[in-house]
């Protein structure tokens, strides 16, 4: 359920480019899009923005005082159609995003697509101060290539993260701590969340909210917020420290939701074969 919002078009105070034509602000964040968006979809996103920075909103304050936008684009929308990423390139081989299977088989996934290409197939959404979601992702619309988690979560907990590096120079170094020992101890061995320090506190946190794919390590299953904390401590903490007590974001589609668990036999691991 949705809290009620009036959707306008963005104040001149914001300086958005003419693609947008609807806004709202989660906390002084302005979440964008252009005309071709449900409003519902800006009201989930700002939603759940609000709720993951509830409780630090110093938090906030230094995202909307460094400029961090959030564009939101239709199902029929790219991320490259977006005015500030229509340059973006595909990544290089030395890219530290990369994932160990993208790596292993760059030339094919990544080396024979066009920058197009390669960003329509691999993201409906990223971090960063300009951070961009999906309609059918914030809604949970069955059309998501992410059915079954939110990813507008995982990538806003990448700007709380970026938030916590600038605010937090403590609880950041314990993040570090955590994610050094997660990767000395194999604890997530080969899932997305040992990449980098940044998807490590993703993957968490979209656990943290109940809002993330059943994770199988070893036949160790981490679903919900409880497997976590048991799972990897250090991390459970200082995901605490940043998002206080609460495991449930208002707006977010698949909180609790049986979609998390995919369908057939549950397998030892989901980390992906390569």
């Known amino acids: 359920m949705t809290s ?13 480019e003419q693609f947008y034509t609807q806004y709202l602000s989660a ?16 009201i989930a996103a700002r939603d759940m923005a609000r709720g993951m920075l509830s409780h630090r909103p110093e938090f906030a304050a230094w995202l909307a ?11 029929d929308e790219a991320l490259l159609d977006l005015p500030d990423k229509a340059h973006w390139t595909r990544p290089a081989r030395d890219d530290p995003r990369l994932t160990r299977c993208e790596l292993k088989h760059y030339d094919v996934r990544i080396g024979a697509k066009t920058d197009r290409q390669y960003w329509d197939e691999r993201a409906r959404g990223i971090g960063g101060e300009r951070t961009a979601g999906s309609e059918e992702d914030v809604l949970g619309l069955p059309s998501s290539r992410y059915y079954g988690e939110t990813i507008f979560v995982h990538e806003m907990a990448h700007n709380v993260l970026f938030a916590i590096q600038a605010v937090d120079a403590g609880l950041f170094a314990r993040i570090e701590a955590a994610y050094a020992n997660a990767l000395s101890t194999d604890l997530w061995l080969n899932e997305y969340a040992t990449t ?5 506190w993703a993957e968490g946190t979209q656990i943290w909210f109940n809002s993330n794919r059943l994770v199988v390590v070893d036949g160790t299953r981490i679903l919900n917020h409880g497997d976590l904390a048991a799972y990897d401590p250090a991390l459970y903490a200082a995901l605490g420290e940043a998002y206080g007590d609460g495991h449930k974001l208002r707006s977010d589609p698949f909180y609790m939701s049986a979609a998390r668990i995919p369908p057939g036999p549950i397998p030892d691991n989901t980390a992906e074969e390569c």
Do not use: F, H, M, W
Not at 4 to 16: E, F, I, K, M, R
């Open 4 to 16: 009620c919002a009036t959707v306008a078009p963005p104040p001149q105070s914001v300086g958005a």
């Open 65 to 75: 005082g460094n400029d961090y936008r959030v564009a939101i684009i239709a199902e």
């Open 27 to 42: 906390r002084g964040i302005p979440v964008l899009s252009s005309s071709k968006v449900e409003p519902k979809a800006l």
């Open 196 to 200: 980098t320090i940044q998807e490590y």
